[in-house]
């Protein structure tokens, strides 16, 4: 009787191990993916304008560069967090390639039109406002994936209407950057469109990996688990963001 009473205490004492094992497998993968959303969220606020080797060549641009251009609209948006983060927000419930598809274009015409008319047309603005609306974008859309809205509001705005609206300031976020340089007016339209192709280039590369994350996540029981805690965590970011930019922003007045 002792023999089987110890066996049992054995496998009981096994099986807590593993869910002990398990929870804090759970909590590791929640606090790295937290930690790796506020290093991203840093990163952007840190290195998120055209520096070194690529601006000493804006500068220097002469004439049309089509294939610079293109790699460097590309190199901006992989390497452009702020951006990355609202479109994880803006993906991180749709299921459907259609809807993603949909969503993704809304935010690509936003950023188009304001990418070309604030560079082409010279519409400008306040660099650090405008950045510190894009990290609110991010705020927004975590907020509305947590159900803030229907929750504290009452209320459910239109989706789709907030990511062109975002779109909008995004791009324009991107055209802030371009306008710190004395861009030649030798080959500019070529130049421009040439960096929002690779812009797109680089949002549909970033996208892909994004996906593939994010299916594979979703495959797993504790995506549900774990959603309310990732959009917060990119709550903190986007706030993380605004109080960076207003800091540059009051700073530099």
């Known amino acids: 009787m002792r023999d089987i009473s110890a066996s049992r205490i054995g496998i009981g ?20 993916l937290a930690a790796a959303l506020v290093l991203l969220a840093t990163a952007a606020a840190e290195a998120h304008g055209v520096a070194g080797k690529d601006a000493v060549f804006l500068q220097g641009l002469q ?30 419930f749709l299921y459907r390639l259609r809807d993603v598809l949909l969503y993704v274009s809304l935010f690509t015409l936003g950023h188009s039109i304001t990418l070309l008319g604030g560079v082409l047309g010279g519409i400008h603005a306040n660099p650090y406002i ?31 209407l907030a990511v062109l609206v975002f779109g909008l300031f995004h791009g324009f976020g991107l055209a802030t950057k371009l306008q710190e340089f004395a861009l030649t007016p030798n080959g500019l339209v070529a130049n421009i469109v040439s960096f929002n192709v690779g812009v797109e280039l680089g949002q549909g ?7 593939i994350a994010l299916t594979y996540w979703r495959t797993r029981s504790g995506f549900l688990h774990y959603a309310f805690a990732t959009n917060a965590v990119v709550m903190a970011c986007g706030f993380l963001l605004i109080g960076y930019q207003l800091s540059g922003y009051f700073l530099a007045v």
């Not at 004439?63 to 609209?73: K, V």
Request: aromatic share 10%; no cysteine.
């Open 63 to 92: 004439g049309t560069a089509i294939g610079p251009l293109m790699y460097l609209g590309a190199k901006h948006m992989v390497t452009g967090y702020d951006h990355l983060l609202f479109l994880v927000g803006v993906i991180f």
């Open 13 to 32: 004492d096994r099986g807590s191990g593993i869910a002990q094992r398990s929870r804090i497998g759970r909590r590791s993968l929640g606090g790295g």
């Open 130 to 160: 405008i950045d510190a609306i894009i990290g609110f974008s991010v705020v927004y859309k975590a907020f509305e994936n947590m159900d803030g809205f229907k929750r504290f509001l009452g209320v459910q705005p239109d989706t789709r």
């Open 205 to 211: 590369l970033a996208l892909a990996g994004i996906l």
